[in-house]
């Protein structure tokens, strides 16, 4: 069946650090990704998305490429801030049917000032 | 366009009692599905639909139950509610077309059984 795996946290930057947050899948077939984040006490917002091997999805400063030989989907920003605190998930879409998302187990994320 | 809600936002309920919860979506989307969320495990999927009338079973099914009598909503039921089922609950929503799987998330329903 399908997985992904995320790093675990939490991790805790500094303002203007690097971030990456790894994620690689398991998937027969050519998934969807997805990054959503949780912002504390609300649900789950899409971040990100990528259809197909070598897509780039970007939103807000955040990047993350789809790669299919290393099965991998990568979270990057050249620069967290403070409200980029938050938790963040990785999931696939199945590329057949109404089958629901699978998520990895989320890494939560904490930016210092 | 308020896209997909979710009633109620909290809940406490005693062992054995029973609930509903309410998820609605204003975007017309074919597909709708319930998710739980616990602390270190992600979300995973209970039930989803593809239509009105119809309903399957996830990954984590069991003590639910489901209906869709209206293409806009989808009820998720405990029938007699365990501690074990302390969650936060997510419905989501989506269509059949397009060339992404998004799903559209609503804010959530924290449920606690004592």
């Known amino acids: 069946g399908n997985s992904v795996t995320q790093m675990e946290g939490p991790v805790t930057l500094s303002e203007e650090a690097f971030l990456t947050i790894n994620c690689t899948y398991t998937?027969?077939?050519?998934?969807?990704l997805f990054w959503y984040v949780q912002y504390p006490g609300e649900g789950l917002q899409l971040l990100l998305k990528?259809?197909?091997?070598?897509d780039k999805g970007s939103n807000k400063g955040f990047e993350a490429t789809y790669r299919k030989e290393t099965t991998s989907f990568h979270l990057e920003k050249g620069s967290v801030q403070v409200s980029d605190s938050a938790v963040y998930f990785c999931a696939l879409s199945s590329s057949r049917g109404a089958d629901g998302l699978t998520f990895g187990k989320g890494t939560h994320l904490i930016i210092q000032p | 366009n308020a896209g997909v809600t979710q009633t109620p936002k909290f809940r406490v309920l005693k062992t054995g009692q029973s609930m509903t919860l309410l998820c609605a979506q204003d975007?017309?989307?074919?597909?709708m599905y319930w998710y739980r969320q616990d602390p270190g495990m992600g979300l995973r999927l209970i039930h989803y639909?593809?239509?009105?009338?119809?309903?399957a079973k996830g990954e984590v099914p069991d003590g639910y139950n489901v209906s869709r009598l209206k293409k806009q909503n989808f009820l998720l039921g405990l029938e007699s509610a365990a501690p074990s089922q302390t969650s936060v609950y997510f419905c989501a929503s989506r269509s059949p077309s397009g060339s992404y799987n998004e799903q559209f998330f609503g804010p959530g329903t924290r449920l606690t059984v004592l």
């Open positions: 990528a259809t197909k091997a070598d």
């Open positions: 998937a027969t077939g050519y998934p969807s």
């Open positions: 639909s593809v239509g009105e009338g119809t309903t």
């Open positions: 975007m017309n989307h074919e597909y």
